[in-house]
């Protein structure tokens, strides 16, 4: 008698069931770990680019930071510095570096206060106004969908990363 062999059909359907078994466990796990790191990867650009107008300003001694055009939510900033000495920065300041988009599966950066357009740093790399003394600044998503670091904080002298706690960003 000559030996068969292969796979049964019950044996091919055991393998297939259980694949999509681990399939439907997996890809909800992948798509909230996605979402959880594009917030956090978006704060932390954020951070990083708040930090580097903040050190354009000290090293060029001339008005710096980050202009989104106002509203309490926005999806895109730019990095600006003023080389035309105006003492603030707007959309006729140069620009440094590309347009930062904020991505479509991030939900829009919200800061607060909501009459906030900008984020300026005078020469000497403190938060500036050229209305007077700027409030502290708070940028956060909402939803984080669980992100370990979801909000970012500039105050006169420190820009902070961290987790938004009640209403406040706390440093990671």
Request: net charge positive.
């Amino acid at each position: 008698m000559k030996e068969e062999r292969g796979f049964t059909l019950v044996e091919m359907m055991v393998v297939v069931s259980i694949t999509v078994l681990l399939l439907a466990w997996a890809v909800p796990s992948y798509s909230t770990w996605k979402k959880k790191h594009d917030i956090e990867n978006q704060m932390v650009q954020l951070y990083s680019d708040l930090q580097f107008g903040r050190m354009t300003a000290y090293g060029s001694k001339v008005v710096s930071g980050i202009l989104w055009g106002g509203g309490a939510s926005f999806s895109s900033y730019q990095i600006m510095t003023d080389t035309t000495n105006q003492g603030f920065i707007s959309s006729n300041s140069t620009q440094i570096g590309a347009t930062v988009h904020v991505g479509l599966k991030v939900p829009p950066i919200i800061a607060a206060p909501a009459n906030q357009s900008d984020v300026m740093f005078d020469g000497r790399g403190f938060l500036y106004s050229s209305a007077g003394t700027p409030p502290p600044i708070t940028f956060y998503v909402t939803p984080s969908s669980g992100a370990a670091m979801d909000c970012v904080a500039v105050t006169s002298t420190r820009i902070t990363l961290g987790k938004m706690n009640g209403g406040s960003c706390s440093p990671k």
